[in-house]
């Protein structure tokens, strides 16, 4: 049976350890990330280890028009996707006004349009052949705004929206939709969002077994699923019941250096 995964930001982090995940499922990966000799480091452990294949597309993501392109390259070598993992993604501290704009603009390009065109045309080709999995890997940032944040909260919740409306439009198509949402996990986010030292960073989650824990729900069928049990228990009956200064200054508090 195809078993076939498309992951994005397979080269390090919790896209990585879903590739794994995958593969010792025996199913096939394409693995796509800027760096390119990570991924194909990963693909030749995969195919080692693993009796699959394993395809590498590097694309910066970001990029305009990415999705587009990345869809046309992976139909170009004949690949049908009946797995997407939408997974790369970076925040960045700091007052939005005071950030470099085209940093905040380029994770709005990756975290947000890309995810969008790539649900687009792959939930399209799902819904079409009559069945399909989507992955979604929101944040619970994506539950509140998020102060020294504000994009990357903002990011994440337009994940958290669009992957349960997509759910509702294609599970009748037979094409399931989840939205991963975990807390701080350790792998290179913290470095490249520069949060290190703030109390976001303090849970040491393993992104092993975070990627276990999302493929696990989207396998199935969940709609939204956090990784954590009294995180979940927060972000569900907590936060939505906080005023929402409160709400503001508690976040600000957690994202202080
Ligand atoms: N770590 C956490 O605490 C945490 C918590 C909640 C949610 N998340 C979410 O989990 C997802 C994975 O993050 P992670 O923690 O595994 O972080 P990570 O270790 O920094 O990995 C991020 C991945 O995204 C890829 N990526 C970044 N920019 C890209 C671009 N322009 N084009 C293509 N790929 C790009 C990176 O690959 P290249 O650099 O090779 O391009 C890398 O493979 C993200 O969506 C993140 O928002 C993380």
């Known amino acids: ?15 990585k350890e879903l590739a794994r995940y995958h593969a010792a499922q025996g199913g096939d990966v394409i693995l796509t990330a800027r760096r390119e000799e990570s991924l ?12 699959i294949k394993a395809h590498v597309i590097a694309s910066d993501l970001a990029a ?35 950030r470099d704009l085209s940093a905040e603009l380029s994770m709005i390009d990756l ?12 939930g399209g080709d799902m819904a079409a052949r009559g069945g399909g999995r989507i992955l979604n890997v929101g944040s619970t940032a994506g539950f509140m705004p998020g102060p020294q944040q504000a994009v990357y909260f903002a990011t994440k919740a337009f994940v958290n929206s669009f992957s349960q409306a997509i759910d509702h439009e ?9 939205v ?14 520069n949060l290190e030292g ?23 069928g969940k709609l939204v699923t956090i990784n954590e049990f009294g995180l979940g228990v ?12 409160m709400a503001l200054k508690m976040v600000d508090r957690m994202q202080s250096k």
């Open 64 to 98: 305009s028009g990415a999705g587009e392109k990345l869809y046309n390259d992976v139909k170009a070598v004949g690949l049908d996707v009946d797995i997407l993992i939408n997974n790369a993604g970076f925040g960045g501290h700091g007052i939005h006004t005071e």
């Open 198 to 220: 703030t109390d976001l960073t303090k849970s040491e989650r393993s992104a092993a077994s975070v990627a276990k824990h999302g493929y696990d729900a989207m396998m199935a």
């Open 111 to 122: 975290n947000v349009k890309t995810l969008a065109a790539l649900t687009h045309r792959f």
């Open 1 to 15: 049976m195809p078993n076939t995964a498309l992951i994005t930001g397979a080269s390090a982090g919790i896209g």
């Open 170 to 178: 294609l599970r009748p198509k037979g094409v399931t939709c989840t």
């Open 234 to 245: 927060l972000m569900n009956w907590v936060v939505p019941m906080l005023p929402r200064r």
């Open 40 to 51: 194909n480091e990963l693909a030749a452990e995969l195919e080692n280890n693993h009796r």
């Open 180 to 193: 991963l949402a975990p807390g701080y996990v350790e792998t290179e986010f913290a470095e490249v969002a």
